[in-house]
């Protein structure tokens, strides 16, 4: 390339020159280039002598008349000259352009090569700019790879970290829960418990008040008692002295009375003996007395008097008592003796006597009653509509027919023909005398189911007493009585 320039920058001047010295140009025609060609001035070609041809063709331009001849000549000279000139630049120019084709050829090839090199060059360099700045690149990129992949590495492990903490959390979390439930169902149970305490509580504390209320009522009475027992006291005390003072003069008086009364029986004993003419209260009830209390009656084949307690209500009345129980007063823990001629007052507490009721009773047919008082105050009674006792030599063996009553559905009487017994003398069909362990004297068997001469227990208790008053077909083994009463009217009444 730079040779070609050369080769075109030669030229150039050249023409140059060429175009500064002449003016005349021609124009050849080779091939499909065209090439002109200004020839020289003419004058200045004489002054060397090698351009004698160019001066010559100088005086081209002047021609002068006077050698018209010998200008003929020189112009076919001149002619043939330019001919050869011509031809030599012809010739010259071909060389020149052969030679300047063979330059352009191997410039333009070697042109091509350096073209060449230097692109390849310039692409090298470009490639290894790139492949440089593409390194750098790709070691920045590595970096920056590096800087995300342990950001995210860092993140991925905080993240783990989180996660850990969360699912930690999370189990703390159920664990509380788990907790909390556990803590709310003590809660409940306990409130429960607390509830049913203070129910409890409520209760006693209203108990306790009552109680307390009862109590303090029961201090106020006691306390008003007190005082009025003080008052009392106080009274009595001032009233003692009156009181001695009252029973000597009483005691003066009674003796005064017993003396009179000694003297008045001396007076009616014959008259007294005249209205007491009754085998039994049922006599006495037969002459207009309706009044229950103590008579004199004179038993059959007797010429005593006997002070009996007659019944004149119960049942249509004329009823003679032979037993009664009102109070525990009397002790009926006796011997045959006692038992024989009977013991007590008819008026209180008191058992008639065995020889009277044989009399009385094998004197006429007699019924039976029985009247019993519970310790709640039920009454009933059990009737033998045939009753007698037989006399000492059969030790007052007992003999019943036809019961009823409410006292019990069965005889609680031991069968016909039962001996009477007492701690002394025993007659019953047990080895363990019956009298002396269930106390009194009775028609024991062995020992049999009543015993109304056991000991009196007043009151109520759960206790069974073998040695209390007993009526088996009512109450059981042991009766809590309040009252006991045996007593016969005639069966003709
Ligand atoms: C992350 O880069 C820090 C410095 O910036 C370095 O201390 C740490 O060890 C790197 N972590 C990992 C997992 O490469
Ligand atoms: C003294 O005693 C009598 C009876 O004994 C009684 O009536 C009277 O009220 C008593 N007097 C006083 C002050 O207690
Ligand atoms: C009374 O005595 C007579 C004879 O002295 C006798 O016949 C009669 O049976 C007796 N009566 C009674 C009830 O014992
Ligand atoms: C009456 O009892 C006694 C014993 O106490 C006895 O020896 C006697 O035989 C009895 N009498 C009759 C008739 O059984
Ligand atoms: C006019 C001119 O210079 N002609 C020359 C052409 O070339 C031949 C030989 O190379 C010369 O003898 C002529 O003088």
């Known amino acids: ?42 004058e200045q070609c004489n002054q060397g002598r090698d351009f004698q041809v160019t001066n010559s063709l100088q005086r081209d331009s002047p021609p002068s008349p006077e050698s018209a001849h010998v ?8 002619l043939e000259n330019l001919e050869s000139a011509t031809e030599n630049n012809t010739q010259w120019l071909q060389k020149l352009e052969s030679y300047i084709q063979e330059n352009m050829r191997s410039e333009m090839a070697e042109m091509q090569r350096n073209a060449i090199h230097t692109q390849t060059a310039t692409m090298l360099e470009i490639g290894t700019n790139l492949l440089s700045r593409s390194a750098e690149q790709t070691r920045k990129l590595t970096d920056v790879e590096k800087q995300v992949l342990n950001q995210t590495s860092r993140l991925e492990i905080q993240l783990l970290e989180y996660s850990l903490s969360t699912t930690r959390l999370e189990q703390q979390i159920l664990r509380q829960t788990q907790e909390v439930a556990r803590l709310n169902d003590k809660n409940s149970f306990l409130e429960q418990r607390f509830a049913a305490m203070e129910a409890r509580h409520g209760q006693e ?73 009754f085998r039994d209260c049922a006599d006495i009830y037969k002459s207009g007395v309706t009044e229950s209390g103590v008579y004199s009656v004179r038993f059959p084949n007797s010429t005593k008097n ?8 119960t049942r249509g009345g004329g009823w003679t008592v032979f037993q009664h129980r009102f109070d525990g007063s009397l002790d009926f823990h ?52 045939l009753f007698y006792i037989d006399g000492e030599e059969k ?25 009477f017994s007492t701690k002394d003398k025993d007659n019953d069909l047990c080895s363990c005398r019956c009298a002396q362990m269930a106390s009194g004297g009775w028609w024991f068997e062995a020992c049999g189911p009543s015993n109304l001469n056991g000991i009196y227990y007043a009151g109520i208790s759960n206790v069974v007493r073998y040695n209390g008053i007993k009526w088996y077909y009512w109450k059981g083994p042991s009766l809590m009585t309040t009252t006991t009463t045996m007593m016969v009217r005639p069966v003709n009444f």
């Open 1 to 42: 390339m730079d040779r070609l320039l050369l080769v075109l920058g030669y030229l150039v001047t050249v023409v140059a020159m060429v175009i500064s010295s002449e003016r005349k140009q021609h124009q050849v025609q080779h091939g499909p280039c065209s090439y002109t060609f200004i020839l020289p001035e003419v």
């Open 71 to 78: 200008e003929t000549s020189w112009q076919a000279r001149k």
């Open 205 to 277: 504390l209203l108990a306790a008040q009552q109680e307390k209320r009862q109590l303090q009522e029961l201090l106020e009475r006691q306390s008003h008692l007190v005082t009025l027992l003080e008052e009392e006291l106080a009274r009595s005390v001032s009233n003692s002295t009156l009181l001695q003072h009252q029973q000597a003069i009483l005691t003066d008086t009674v003796q005064q009375l017993l003396a009179m009364v000694t003297h008045c029986n001396e007076i009616s004993s014959h008259p007294k003996e005249e209205s007491v003419n």
């Open 306 to 313: 006997v002070k009996v307690f007659c019944d004149m209500k």
């Open 334 to 385: 006796r011997s045959w003796k006692e038992y024989k001629a009977g013991f007590g007052d008819p008026s209180g507490e008191h058992w008639l006597g065995n020889e009277i009721v044989h009399l009385l009773t094998t004197s006429q047919d007699y019924t039976l009653q029985v009247l019993l008082t519970d310790s709640e105050g039920n009454q009933a009674f059990s009737q033998y509509d």
């Open 395 to 419: 030790n007052y063996s007992l003999h019943t027919q036809g019961f009823s009553g409410t006292a019990g559905r069965t005889s609680s009487l031991t069968h016909s023909g039962t001996m």
